[in-house]
């Protein structure tokens, strides 16, 4: 992909954003565009920073290092968007300023402790399983109340909402199921003191839904960047 082609595909997804946060009757600076770059090269990160984006999510750890060490100069925000393992919690927490997907009380506390002292709590989302699919990880919606009392409890973190990664569906109506379900346990769970603003889902093929649904932070890969070089 070119530089201009990344350019102009992210004027694209940024288009298609506006257009269901209208339909939605929602401002569409409340949601976020979280560029996932996993398998891209840092040339094109940087093609889509020199085009105003911020905010990179990155799925495997020793590739997200490598890029996060090249674009040093870069004032990019970086999302972990990948499945969390407790060999990799130290360098999650010490290298992103976000996770979407805590779905382990034990990798929660770790992440907790290995914030490097003097850095902010680290933002977490709290991956939750609605399509009762074991491959996708995240806990039931029934164990959510208690990771989220865990995860509140844990100064290095702060959690943010909660994140979703459905299966894959081709109507929408039928893509809204899980995401306004995601909507409805946050409205459930969320406190005065602790208000889970954030809703992160929505991907490349269902965006539109998930934003009808109230997303915070849309995570878009191939749609940005195109399809992936190499699997
Ligand atoms: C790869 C990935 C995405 C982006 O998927 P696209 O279909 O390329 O937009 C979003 N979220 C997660 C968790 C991913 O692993």
Redesign the pocket.
Known sequence: MTDTGIASRLHQVMARIRAAAERAGRPPAQVALIA?S?KQPAEAIRAAYAAGQRAF?E?YLREALDKIEQLRDLDIEWHF??RVQSNKTRQIAANFAWV?GVSDPAHAHRLSEQRPAGAPPLNVCLQINLSGEDSKGGVEPSAASELLRTCNALPGLRVRGFMT?PAPADDEAAQRAPFAALRHLRDRLATPGHPLPCLSMG???DLEAAILEGATHV?????VFGPRPYN
């Not at 995570?219 to 749609?223: F, L, P």
């Open positions: 996932v996993k999510g799925s968007i990948g979407h990664l991907m490349s093929d995570r878009i890969g191939t749609a």
